[in-house]
């Protein structure tokens, strides 16, 4: 027998809009053993950000030997800067029997699923995985949020709306989707998907 | 795109005293959509019982027609009479966008398992499947409540714990299990894994 719960490589995707935020801010809240993962970056510390806690910062020497040395789930550099997801943060992280809470876009989530493919990862990394996308109740919907929202210029919504379009395409690609029309059932849909992953049977024929 | 939430085949197995039957009450009692699977028996109707509603009531000639035909989710002679769960009856609550609650024991589950492999059958049918084993929290508390229950002589409550064990060893063959310690907590984490099955994506590579 396998210790029940066990814990979850939570891996959660959404356009920008579509409240994701919200949903991750309600799990981490009534969810202690879940925790935000921590990138490791290139980029200089800001007032206030404390080194392994908002980020594991590192040189860019440091960060390509780790990629060299295959020691990321997923990186990518932007604006010239590297970040990352270290295996090792998420393995020690679930050591502990506590949960990690990845929150990718579907570029970052598709790279993590062809690493987890690797040989000798370890297999509970893979068991432990659960990813899930959350979809705008439509793409008229999202543009209403984003307009609301009032943060963004109409081109920058244009933009955001394309890339949504495009992203939402990929929501196949996830084991579990779901509509964020009403906020309190998506929540509860939420915190189901993750609470169901963490009773999943380990060594079944799922990935 | 999918519909989503969509019609589950939830199955449930569960050593006798494990909680079963209050947990199916629950989820049965706040999911309107759920039905309660209703299974084809020879075995004549008691007082009271009506066709179609407590079972699909046939006679031996029908039924072994029906086994001959591979009408049959999975079938079992118990007592001289014929219990089988009929594809058509779970294909048409499915495709009117219900729910079935499916509650069997270990053989059972297994038969199911291999019908759903039959080509030939709906792939909706394969898709919506969800397998969970209720755990007891062990075979003392499992002794314990059969005792409290009163309705089984000490022989009885032997053979019965006898046979849990046995069941236990299969947990690993369902997609989830838990253990039904806590009863809110059990209440909970079904209801997840039920909520969670009915946002799964369709054609991953899960069965």
Redesign the interface.
């Known amino acids: 027998?396998?210790p029940?719960?066990h814990p979850v490589l939570f891996l959660v995707s959404a356009p920008s809009g579509a409240g994701k935020t919200t949903l991750c801010k309600q799990l981490l809240a009534t969810h202690p053993e879940l925790r935000y993962s921590v990138s490791c970056t290139t980029r200089p510390p800001r007032e206030g950000e404390v080194d392994g806690v908002d980020y594991f910062f590192m040189t860019r020497e440091a960060f390509e030997a780790k990629i060299m040395t295959d020691d990321f789930l997923e990186h990518a550099e932007v604006y010239g800067n590297y970040y990352g997801t270290e295996i090792s943060f998420v393995t020690r992280v679930l050591a502990g029997g506590n949960s990690v809470l990845l929150d990718v876009d579907v570029q970052g989530a598709e790279k993590i699923r062809t690493a987890l493919q690797r040989p000798g990862l370890a297999p509970r990394l893979c068991q432990a995985f659960c990813d899930v996308f959350v979809?705008p109740p439509s793409l008229q919907a999202l543009k209403q949020r984003l307009i609301q929202r009032g943060k963004d210029s109409e081109d920058v919504i244009e933009r955001r709306l394309e890339q949504a379009g495009a992203e939402?395409l990929q929501?196949?690609r996830?084991?579990?989707?779901?509509?964020n029309a009403d906020l309190n059932e998506a929540v509860?849909?939420f915190?189901?998907?993750y609470?169901?992953?963490s009773?999943?049977?380990?060594?079944?024929?799922?990935?």
């Open positions: 027998m396998q029940t719960p979809l939402i929501a196949d996830y084991q579990y989707q779901f509509q509860l849909t915190q189901s998907i609470r169901a992953a009773y999943r049977t380990w060594h079944s024929n799922r990935s």
